[in-house]
């Protein structure tokens, strides 16, 4: 089942915005090779990390306006500097050190934005650790690729793989220079849509129609869940659909090359906690969403979250 962090947060009382994307328009000749740019990237500062405390490890990986989910009255941080912090403030994360390593990932058509997901190990002075996942969206910068936004889990023992595979190639070819005004517009319509339809249909079978073929999630289990059936079985089946949770978007980024872009938003449980006051506000979780269409006139599908 999805696990969701509680923060203190009502969703109704943000409006939805929207970010603009920091891409170019230009269609990259050889999406393949920047996605391998792209990982590399990501590996080479994994290499970079060693040796070097969590916060400053993933500060490291981190563009200056980066957007991270995070516990507290603040749902998401929204600067490079504002994350360290958060993480230097976390006596788990202050003094702890991390390394990883990426096994998904795509790209857009103009090879300026694209994500990769993967596996994170969490060392303690002490020498306990801790398992984990991250799935980051990445940009290009002044200063190289960097996470745009960034999220990590922990996750069960157990064995997972270290191969790479793309998930969501886009032909170039299909993409003209630019991706059309209405792609932030379509992406957080289809975000609305996603939660309108679960309202319908329930949470499981509206995350299999929604997903992406090549669709991942990080899941409860030691490697992520993939496909919209295998994500879909990992929700516990609601007694009606439409009575557990609601969601919403409030901002976005999307690719110039209107292919890729990822959402933001919060969760907020239908039902009032017993525990809750009569007069607070219901809990709500922060979330970021991956989203991919392989065609301009194509839908929208979530790719990773």
């Known amino acids: 089942m999805r696990q969701w962090a509680i923060y203190v947060a009502a969703l109704a009382a943000v409006p939805v915005t ?6 170019t328009s230009a269609v990259a000749p ?62 788990a994360a202050s003094g702890a050190r991390i ?28 020498g306990a650790t801790q ?45 003209q220079s630019e991706g059309g005004a209405d792609a932030l517009a379509s992406l957080l319509a289809a975000e609305r849509a996603f939660a309108a339809k679960a309202q319908v249909i329930g949470v499981g079978p509206a995350f299999a129609e929604y997903g992406h073929a090549d669709a991942i999630n990080m899941g409860a289990g030691a490697s ?19 009575q557990a949770i609601d969601w919403g978007p409030d901002f976005a980024i999307v690719a110039a090359s209107g292919d890729l872009g990822i959402s933001f938003g919060r969760i907020v449980p239908k039902r009032r906690p017993p525990a809750l006051a009569a007069d607070a506000l219901l809990p709500a979780s922060p979330f970021f969403t991956i ?5 301009p006139a194509g839908p929208w599908r979530y790719i990773a979250e």
Do not use: C
């Open 131 to 175: 398992p984990g996942k991250y799935l980051a969206y990445w940009g290009r910068t002044p200063d190289g690729w960097r996470a745009l936004a960034y999220k990590r889990a922990p996750r069960p023992e157990g064995a997972v793989g270290k191969d790479f595979r793309a998930l969501g190639m886009p032909k170039a070819d299909g993409w």
């Open 30 to 91: 050889d999406p393949a090779a920047a996605l391998s740019e792209m990982v590399a990237a990501d590996r080479a500062l994994a290499v970079a990390a060693e040796g070097t405390l969590l916060p400053d490890a993933i500060g490291a990986m981190l563009a200056a306006d980066a957007i991270m989910p995070a516990r507290g009255d603040k749902p998401f941080l929204r600067s490079r500097d504002e994350i360290i912090a958060y993480l230097r403030s976390n006596p």
């Open 224 to 242: 992520f869940t993939e496909g919209g059936a295998a994500i879909a079985a990992g929700f516990d089946p609601e007694a009606q659909p439409g």
């Open 99 to 126: 390394g990883w390593f990426p096994v998904r990932g795509g790209i857009s058509a103009d090879g300026q934005n694209g994500f990769t997901a993967g596996y994170v190990i969490v060392t303690q002075p002490d």
């Open 291 to 295: 989203w991919h269409r392989d065609t």
């Open 18 to 23: 929207a970010q603009a994307p920091a891409t």
